[in-house]
């Protein structure tokens, strides 16, 4: 079989063309999201520090339990503090 002159079939180039000097853009998106995840694991762990810090709290003022329930009744009871019964 005669292969089609100006054919490219590199392994490298999977089939395209690519422009020299461009920023390949699987790269820089591969970098981004590689960042991102960097901050969303440096939030979850700042997350847990602060969750375990108010469950120390809550055990301290005599009411241990589930920190999130006991944190959305705080808030209510803060939006709600004014309102007569």
């Given at each position: 079989?005669?292969v089609?002159?100006?054919?490219?079939?590199?392994?490298?180039?999977?089939?395209?063309?690519?422009?020299?000097?461009?920023?390949?853009?699987?790269?820089?998106?591969?970098?981004?999201?590689?960042?991102?995840?960097?901050?969303?694991?440096?939030?979850?762990?700042?997350?847990?520090?602060?969750?375990a810090?108010?469950?120390?709290?809550?055990?301290?003022?005599?009411?241990?339990?589930?920190?999130?329930?006991?944190?959305?009744?705080?808030?209510?009871?803060?939006?709600?503090?004014?309102?007569?019964?």
């Amino acid at each position: 079989k005669k292969v089609g002159v100006g054919v490219i079939n590199n392994s490298t180039t999977m089939g395209r063309k690519s422009l020299m000097g461009a920023p390949d853009q699987t790269r820089l998106r591969i970098e981004a999201m590689e960042e991102q995840r960097s901050l969303r694991r440096t939030q979850m762990k700042q997350a847990r520090v602060d969750r375990a810090a108010e469950e120390q709290r809550n055990i301290s003022a005599g009411n241990p339990g589930d920190v999130d329930f006991i944190g959305l009744v705080r808030r209510w009871r803060e939006e709600h503090a004014g309102m007569a019964r």
